[in-house]
């Protein structure tokens, strides 16, 4: 490699090539700043390069709601790792604390701006691009909707580079019951009470699962004749032993689906089970 490059050249090649964290800097006799993997001056001091995070700045069009922006190019953007409460639209009414996220992210981005990153899915099966996001100042906008409350957690494999960062974020809002923990719509529900007319949407439910079956693709939790808990087997090293959840007091949230008689949650990470005792 060449030794001695104008400064901002190599630093950028380096940036983009050298693996190493060390490289050098030093201060050549006319007063350039010259930049290297090796230290070939005396006065050469060792400084630190962080590769690029892969973070773009979009243009924002608008703000749909708390979890889902369109960017100026009319592409949609949903937040990695989290769901707020619903506004309302044609298709179902408002959920309490709907429109506070939505109101709280259009002033997170009243500047129309905002820095995406991907994770290993760039997009769904709705084709939206699924991202973290920050504001033009580095606000982490994911993790600020959970310390508020006005979002939960919703990861999803393998979507998890943030995972640690989230879920403390989200303890942080139920330690202080913040938003949604506070908010009587959102208090858990005793499995027991599910109908027809009453498992729609994100809720917390109470349960016991008291057995374990499985089919090809899952593992499947047994709490009554009517409901149980799915995990993919493909995501089963996430969680711990599946018998630790058997025959104790869990507090699971997400969102239920019904078959004839039968109810499900599918759970895709260990952050949406708390075991109680």
Do not use: C
């Amino acid at each position: 490699m060449t030794r001695y490059l104008s400064a901002f050249i190599l630093l950028f090649w380096l940036i983009g090539t050298v693996s190493a964290t060390e490289i050098y800097q030093w201060t050549d006799d006319h007063g350039l700043q010259i930049f290297s993997d090796q230290p070939a001056d005396p006065a050469a001091e060792t400084i630190e390069l962080t590769p690029s995070s892969n973070r773009y700045l979009f243009n924002v069009k608008r703000v749909y709601d708390g979890d889902t922006l369109i960017l100026e190019n009319n592409q949609r953007v949903r937040l990695l790792g989290i769901n707020t409460p619903e506004i309302s639209s044609r298709y179902r009414e408002a959920e309490p604390g709907g429109i506070e996220a939505r109101d709280w992210l259009k002033n997170q981005l009243s500047e129309n701006q905002v820095y995406l990153q991907y994770d290993i899915e760039k997009r769904d099966r709705y084709d939206r691009l699924l991202a973290y996001a920050w504001t033009p100042d580095g606000d982490f906008i994911n993790e600020k909707l959970l310390q508020k409350g006005l979002a939960a957690l919703s990861l999803k494999p393998p979507n998890l580079q943030y995972a640690e960062q989230l879920i403390a974020a989200q303890q942080q809002a139920i330690n202080q019951q913040q938003g949604i923990w506070g908010d009587k719509h959102y208090q858990p529900r005793k499995i027991t009470t599910i109908t027809e007319t009453a498992y729609r949407g994100w809720q917390r439910w109470l349960l016991t699962a008291e057995s374990r079956a499985q089919t090809r693709d899952y593992w499947v939790l047994k709490v009554n004749d009517k409901a149980s808990l799915r995990i993919a087997k493909e995501q089963q090293d996430l969680f711990p032993p599946l018998e630790s959840y058997l025959n104790k007091s869990l507090e699971v949230h997400g969102w239920m689906s019904k078959r004839g008689k039968q109810y499900s949650l599918f759970v895709q990470h260990p952050s949406a089970i708390k075991v109680l005792d």
